[in-house]
């Protein structure tokens, strides 16, 4: 598979840190980083370290792709620690339909956080279905399908230290 780059290592680590720094202007108290596992955790590992308030982490697990196709939500595992009163932030590799996030904002909002934001890497607005509120943004993109920097195409190319598309 041939698959160009859309943004590189060094964009995504310079933008990476500017997005720390407003978590970090914006927040006083603790916040909660949630990250929607498998496709943010190299965002979130870099953010995370890019962020110098105190934070918390947790993870929740979700898939609502099979492949480059869209298929149902399902929630693999939920078990994050009390979230009551507290400042929460979503952390996401991609805001396709907004299907995904609108399912966890509702989830997580019954749990009665202080406050919930998101924070994704990508946005693909062209796509959404949904409207989201999200606060912080990496990167707009095209509708690209994207892999690399722990996107995947069927669990593949998460491993790239890039972000780039599949050429048909
Ligand atoms: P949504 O529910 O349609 O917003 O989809 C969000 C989820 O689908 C993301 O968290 C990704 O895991 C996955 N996804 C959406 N677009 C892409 C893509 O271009 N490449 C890889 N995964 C994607
Ligand atoms: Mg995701």
């Not at 609502?64 to 939920?78: E, F, P, V």
């Not at 396709?96 to 924070?119: A, H, M, Y």
Request: proline share 2%.
């Amino acid at each position: 598979m041939n698959i160009t780059t859309l943004i590189s290592a060094k964009e995504i680590s310079n933008r990476v840190s500017e997005l720390g720094q407003d978590i970090s202007n914006d927040y006083q108290g603790t916040v909660i980083l949630i990250s929607v596992l498998k496709g943010s955790i190299c965002f979130m590992a870099d953010l995370l370290r890019s962020i110098d308030s105190d934070v918390t982490i947790e993870f929740i697990s979700i898939s609502s792709y099979k492949g480059a196709m869209k298929g149902n939500i399902s929630l693999h595992d939920n078990s994050i620690e009390d979230i009551q009163g507290k400042h929460v932030i979503l952390v996401e590799d991609i805001v396709d339909s907004g299907r995904t996030l609108s399912f966890l904002i509702e989830l997580l909002s019954k749990k009665n956080p202080k406050s919930i934001d998101v924070c994704t890497l990508l946005d693909k607005p062209a796509r959404r279905e949904v409207e989201i509120p999200l606060s912080y943004i990496g990167f707009e993109i095209d509708d690209y399908f994207v892999v690399g920097y722990g996107l995947d195409v069927n669990q593949k190319y998460r491993n790239l230290p890039y972000i780039g598309y599949i050429e048909q």
